[in-house]
């Protein structure tokens, strides 16, 4: 198998402002699905610091941290990505996610949000 | 979409896009299509990726891992299964980036292991890297 450790190559000949347009047009029509995902993540931290996160939450948390995780650094968000893959940790753990961890949550939680907002 | 926006020549590859979130489907697709002109079809299942490989047999496939249904593993496993499909490279594309799970999609037998995020200016150069297509 061949695994990528390192970026690749890009083409000389790509107009990088066009492209950025492009995926700019991208992230603004996508927006709202990755803002319902950061909602997701932002219920899910306060029921932790609440103290009422059960096992649904925590599992539609998981899905949501997993697939911001995946996107945002595409997005030129990199970032956002170590953020959300350390909630998609956090929630996959067996751990129980009370006290300092839920504060941890909310505390990350809330970075991703302004960090999505603030894209330009 | 976007073909030939860049003025990039295609170069006659056919890649198949499987990926349930819109959102990186898309922008893999764009990034396949304008930086290396390459035409590109999608699916957005693995039961969709299926037929889509079998009718129009692909160069190569990119293919999620985590989906609802027919997961990625799962996926690999039936195209591998059909003659029609079973020598397409298949280029896993994951979130998951823990060793425990590379080391499961290594013995899966696919070409390679592409991690997301991804850059889209350079995603063709690593498949085309991997599959020799240079």
């Not at chain 2, 999620?64 to 997961?71: I, R, W």
């Given at each position: 198998m061949n695994a990528f450790e390192e970026p690749g190559e890009r083409r000389e000949d790509v107009d990088d402002t066009a492209f950025k347009e492009v995926l700019d047009r991208m992230w603004t029509r996508f927006l709202p699905d990755i803002r319902d995902r950061a909602a997701v993540l932002d219920a899910a931290a306060k029921a932790a610091v609440d103290g009422t996160l059960n096992q649904a939450i925590r599992a539609d948390a998981l899905s949501a941290a997993h697939k911001l995780a995946g996107t945002l650094g595409t997005f030129g968000l990199p970032r956002g990505t170590d953020l959300a893959r350390e909630l998609e940790l956090l929630y996959a753990?067996?751990?129980?996610?009370?006290g300092a961890k839920a504060q941890r949550l909310a505390t990350i939680t809330a970075e991703i949000k302004a960090m999505i907002e603030s894209r330009k | 979409m976007v073909s030939r926006r860049f003025g990039v020549s295609p170069v006659g590859r056919k890649v198949l896009i499987i990926d349930d979130e819109d959102d990186i489907r898309e922008v893999a697709a764009m990034s396949l299509e304008s930086v290396a002109g390459w035409e590109v079809l999608t699916a957005n299942s693995g039961l969709q990726g299926l037929a889509r490989a079998a009718e129009h047999?692909?160069?190569a496939i990119l293919l999620?891992?985590?989906?609802?249904?027919?997961?990625g593993p799962t996926t690999f496993r039936e195209l591998r299964k059909n003659p029609t499909t079973a020598r397409i490279p298949v280029l896993l594309l994951t979130a998951k980036v823990q060793s425990k799970d590379q080391r499961r999609f290594a013995d899966l037998g696919v070409e390679a292991v592409l991690f997301k995020p991804f850059d889209p200016l350079t995603l063709s150069r690593q498949i085309a890297s991997v599959l020799g297509w240079n």
């Open positions: 753990s067996d751990d129980g996610l009370e | 047999k692909p160069d999620d891992v985590m989906m609802p249904g027919m997961d």
